[in-house]
T-cell receptor, first 114, second 113 residues
Framework: AQSVAQPEDQVNVAEGNPLTVKCTYS??????LFWYVQYPNRGLQFLLK??????LVKGSYGFEAEFNKSQTSFHLKKPSALVSDSALYFC????????????FGKGTRLSVIA | DARVTQTPRHKVTEMGQEVTMRCQPI?????VFWYRQTMMQGLELLAY????????DSGMPKDRFSAEMPDATLATLKIQPSEPRDSAVYFC???????????FGQGTRLTVV
């Protein structure tokens, strides 16, 4: 069975500082990993995905994530946080690269303080 | 601007009533997912379809929930009878044949009183 853990319910960071949102996963087989963001009263928006290849994945809005197979982690990062980055972030895993359901983590609320 | 459209956006209903939620996937997308979001459980898969055929509905309470795709442009999720524990935000998502990214609708916020 697949599972995703986001160990922090809330992350607070000052504007301009780097941010990290943590994610670890458990899956039998090769993992396909995703990050989505949810703004208030909105659906989820795709940020980035890891399928294969380079462990550092670059995505939308300046976000990136690093796949670490030995630590089974896929942490989301951004070098300089913006107040507009404040939202709910979800890490997700799938057994296939597409067209199959995602298993989501519980989500991490990011607050960027001006 | 292609998007997944869900209706209604909000629904308040009394316990025991039938609720139908609708989803229009992005034109040309062949996979449709229904997820439910609650504070306690987070995001859970209820059902999904590929080429209109149901592939997995194990996440749905079978006695009261049903999901269908009458045609390629419409997916429905029905609850009958509704219960207060069904209160949640229900999301529809669709994905194209190339795969790799699911596009989510804005959700239907259901409140059963």
């Amino acid at each position: 069975a697949q599972s995703v853990a986001q160990p922090e319910d809330q992350v607070n960071v000052a504007e301009g500082n780097p941010l990290t949102v943590k994610c670890t996963y458990s899956v039998s087989g090769n993992p396909y990993l995703f990050w989505y963001v949810q703004y208030p009263n909105r659906g989820l928006q795709f940020l980035l995905k890891y399928i294969t290849g380079d462990n550092l994945v670059k995505g939308s809005y300046g976000f990136e994530a690093e796949f670490n197979k030995s630590q089974t982690s896929f942490h989301l990062k951004k070098p300089s946080a913006l107040v507009s980055d404040s939202a709910l972030y979800f890490c997700a895993v799938s057994l296939h690269s597409g067209n199959t359901p995602l298993v989501f983590g519980k989500g991490t609320r990011l607050s960027v303080i001006a | 601007d292609a998007r997944v459209t869900q209706t209604p956006r909000h629904k308040v209903t009394e316990m025991g009533q039938e609720v139908t939620m609708r989803c229009q996937p992005i034109l040309g997308h062949n996979t449709v997912f229904w997820y439910r979001q609650t504070m306690m459980q987070g995001l859970e898969l209820l059902a999904y379809f590929r080429n209109r055929a149901p592939l997995d509905d194990s996440g749905m309470p079978k006695d009261r929930f049903s999901a269908e795709m009458p045609d390629a442009t419409l997916a429905t999720l029905k609850i009958q009878p509704s219960e207060p524990r069904d209160s949640a935000v229900y999301f529809c998502a669709s994905e194209g044949t190339g795969g790799g990214e699911a596009f989510f609708g804005q959700g239907t916020r259901l409140t059963v009183v």
